[in-house]
């Protein structure tokens, strides 16, 4: 099982098989062989499940099947490096998240690689909008409570979030940089010990994507006080427009990449193939069950929000280490 | 509540979800034993096959086999060839190995196998039957009581390392310093890594304990060549005695019950309860000094304690939704992709067919004795392999599954690092056991430690002495704990010098 799924093996045998057929592969034949798609991401995270479903369905659309390979460490850039570094034909894609796209080139200095001159978007698979949550027999009942109690005490709040530099870790750097505000940031290894420490009282606040916590807010133990994004997710609750945030904050982007370098013709192949997967209803209905959207962007509408985030990110990253 | 779980037992009880579960267990034994390959990789493998088949009472049970098979199969080569198949096999190899070499790897196979099936059956019993009630108690084992558990388990290896103190002592810090390299994990910042990008993630758990185990036996056997007079056995042994077998069933009930308990806490995980398991038997032995010489004892300790662990994991996934490690994330996203949304609802919405998923699991363990059993006598035709042939094929394993755990050529050179230390560390007569211990012990504790103090903020002795009194009761009693079992343990190290004079 594990052969069959090694991107390795399958290079090896089409390699192997090459010498045999002719030479001259024309780029209409594209793709030729099994696609590779590196996932920077440990084994068991969300980002693999995602992985593993749309691998699963875009087989049918580039007519080659599509090999998960995970490369995690680093912060993700391991992976990265590896897919900057591979041949740009198309066949060595990334699977990745704005944070380690964007974010990452302030917070971790990585000189190997350069995210914006070395890769180009071929989709945006879909995204998470975070939701501020707090248990639900918690004293704050609404954020403004919340904000008043952080201003009040700066440092006395405290939140739990899953890990440096990553999914509820940003927002909430950049939720302290925008309102002014001094959280006490716990982590702890993955969403669900995060989600974990709210339910047991030990931190007062935390983050979570609302499909994570579905279940709880309906049962009346998590309370969500605000939601990325300009427009309310849930009734009642804020945006966190409305609260004093930027429209952008929150987001979680998960998106495919290719090495720059691929040509044109290649990279409309693929996102016609993107294109049309997205299309698809048991895709829809398979990324639903999974809790996640099908919230599609062509990758040169995805292009311009890099260049948005870039200017965000680094704005962030200055206020943070110049202190 | 009853007659949804009778209806869970009339829905369990297919030939079809059984089919799948030895598919299952077969699957995951043969992953497991594979080195490097662990049982989290085995299942973000197969997963997708759990998306595609549409009932749920197929698809999860499926991979609840996997779970079991593989946490069991890691202790195959663990106790065959010194390297642990998974990180849950840590503690086995202490032992087992050992038996292997003395002629009764049989027997150490055969413990490991009936430990491991106990105490799935037992842990997933106490699962089946508490998953209402201890629902939301599990949330109040927080980073402080993790970080004055891990405390007191480190006292008490350090007190109680055979052999000489000073020399268990050195290797156990020499461990807990290992864990400390990579990126801090509250700043990011580097800790010794030399500016290297290699290093930022800390040594792989992977690699480490081939190279620590595995490597110098392979060096042992080479440098003893075809000799006739050989000090490794190259027969299976006889099987397991049922007065053996009763010897350690204490040791089972006892590491069911730590393995059960570590379960329930979201991310501590198998190597943790396997270690703790390992630790509780030795300290309860009549013969601790016989621990790391090829104690059966110490295989029904680890395995037991390790597989313990898959059932209760269950609790906080299916009654909070929270998936404590990498695996039950899996297993979250294989109920939810059927429609299960695990979490406070779920057993009013759906609450037949988690019973039924649970009764399976249950029931699953029967298939796992038997599975198990028959694939012991393939296993051991290892031992009797010629060793010019099996020593290649062992080096081929063990850099081959050093590769296969994260596709990381730098875990090539931990492993060739590490044994150097196995070898050095054997020839100068140290125990590289409490190396391993430190290691996974003392991040286990920086982490928590560090979660604690950021948990605490300023006003400390409200929140030691107020809010979480049990982590300070077990800090304090610590000292106490670590002198009664370090008089204990000094009395036997007596015995046996005393032993070997007379």
């Not at chain 2, 006598?377 to 590769?403: D, E, N, W």
Request: a neutral charge; one cysteine or more.
């Amino acid at each position: 099982m594990r052969i069959y799924r090694d991107a390795n093996f399958f290079v090896g045998i089409f390699l192997f098989l090459g010498f045999f057929s002719s030479n001259a592969v024309s780029e209409e034949q594209f793709p030729e062989k099994p696609i590779t798609l590196i996932v920077p991401y440990a084994a068991g995270g969300s980002s693999d499940l995602n992985a593993r479903v749309f691998a699963s369905f875009l087989d049918d659309y580039l007519g080659q099947p599509v090999l998960i390979k995970l490369v995690p460490g680093q912060a993700g850039q391991k992976g990265t490096l590896e897919a900057v570094r591979s041949k740009p034909d198309g066949h060595t894609l990334l699977f990745t998240d704005n944070y380690r796209d964007q974010l990452h080139r302030y917070t971790f200095r990585n000189s190997a690689y350069d995210t914006n001159t070395d890769l180009v978007t071929v989709a945006r698979v879909n995204y998470g909008a975070i939701g501020i949550i707090v248990r639900g027999d918690s004293i704050y009942e609404t954020w403004v409570q919340l904000e008043a109690a952080a201003k009040l005490r700066p440092g006395g709040v405290t939140m739990s979030h899953s890990g440096l530099w990553v999914a509820f870790f940003v927002p909430a750097i950049q939720v302290m940089k925008d309102l002014d505000l001094q959280l006490r940031m716990v982590p702890y290894r993955g969403g669900g010990p995060a989600k974990a420490a709210l339910l047991a009282g030990d931190v007062d606040m935390s983050m979570a994507f609302p499909s994570t916590i579905a279940a709880d807010a309906e049962a009346g133990r998590v309370r969500i006080l605000a939601t990325a994004g300009s427009e309310r997710l849930i009734p009642n609750v804020p945006s966190f427009v409305e609260i004093g945030l930027p429209p952008t904050t929150g987001f979680m982007h998960r998106v495919v990449m290719a090495p720059t370098g691929i040509s044109e013709k290649r990279l409309m192949t693929l996102r016609k193939a993107f294109s049309r997967m997205q299309q698809e209803q048991g895709y829809q209905r398979m990324m639903n069950r999974l809790g996640e959207n099908t919230e599609y962007l062509d990758g040169t509408a995805y292009e311009a929000v890099r260049v948005q985030q870039s200017s965000d990110y680094r704005e962030l990253a200055g206020s943070l280490f110049s202190q | 509540m009853m007659e949804v779980f009778l209806a869970g037992l009339d829905a369990a009880l297919r030939v079809d979800t059984f089919v799948w579960i030895s598919g299952g267990l077969l699957l995951g034994m043969l992953m497991g034993s594979l080195p490097g390959f662990t049982t989290t990789m085995g299942m973000s493998v197969l997963v997708p096959i759990s998306f595609l088949v549409g009932d749920p009472l197929i698809g999860i049970p499926f991979l609840i086999g996997v779970y079991k098979g593989g946490i069991y199969g890691g202790s195959v080569p663990a106790i065959l060839i010194a390297m642990p198949g998974t990180g849950a096999s840590i503690a086995t190899v202490f032992d087992g190995h050992e038996l292997t070499k003395q002629g009764k790897s049989r027997k150490a196979l055969e413990m490991g196998l009936y430990a491991s099936v106990i105490s799935d059956f037992f842990s997933d019993i106490f699962t089946l039957v508490m998953i209402v009630p201890v629902g939301a108690i599990v949330l109040g084992f927080g980073p402080p009581e993790i970080a004055s558990v891990m405390f007191l388990s480190l006292v008490i290896i350090a007190v109680t390392s055979t052999g000489p103190v000073m020399k268990g002592l050195l290797m156990l810090c020499l461990g807990i310093w290992f864990g400390f390299i990579g990126a801090d994990p509250f700043s990011g910042a580097a800790r010794y890594t030399f500016g290297t990008n290699q290093l930022y993630d800390g040594f792989h758990l992977i690699p480490m304990l081939i190279g620590l185990f595995a490597l110098p036996e392979i060096f042992n056997a080479v440098k003893e060549g075809d000799q006739s007079n050989s000090r490794i056995a190259t027969f299976v042994g006889k099987h397991l005695e049922f007065s053996e077998f009763k010897k350690s069933l204490r040791t089972i009930f006892r590491s069911t019950a730590i393995g059960t308990f570590i379960g329930l806490v979201p991310g501590l995980g198998q190597p943790i309860a396997a270690m703790m398991g390992y630790i509780a038997a030795k300290n309860s032995s009549k013969t601790p000094e016989k621990f790391g010489k090829g104690e059966l004892d110490g295989v029904a300790g680890a395995e037991a304690a390790n597989n313990a662990v898959n059932g209760p994991t269950m609790v906080p996934l299916l009654t909070l939704g929270i998936p404590g490690d990498a695996v039950t994330a899996l297993l979250l996203g294989a109920f939810m992709m059927q429609g299960l949304r695990p979490g406070p609802t779920l057993l009013e919405t759906n609450g037949e067919v988690v019973f039924a998923i649970l009764i399976a699991m249950v029931v699953a363990n029967i298939l796992f004795l038997i599975i198990g059993y028959l694939t012991i006598p393939l296993f051991t035709k290892v031992v009797t392999i010629k060793r010019s042939l099996l020593i290649p094929v062992t080096i081929m394993l063990a850099f081959a599954g050093t590769y296969l755990a994260r596709s990381n050529p730098f875990d090539i050179v931990t492993l060739i690092g590490f044994g150097l230390v196995g070898i050095a560390a054997r020839t100068a007569k140290f125990d590289v056991a409490p190396m391993v211990m430190g290691f996974i012990l003392g991040r286990e504790l920086e982490y928590s430690f560090g979660q604690t103090l950021a948990l605490a903020g300023d006003d400390w002795l409200h929140f030691a002495f107020v809010e979480r009194i049990g982590m300070t009761a077990v800090v304090l009693a610590t000292p106490i704990i670590g002198i009664f079992l370090g008089v204990r343990m000094n009395r036997f190290r007596q015995k046996a010098a005393a032993g070997e004079q007379g």
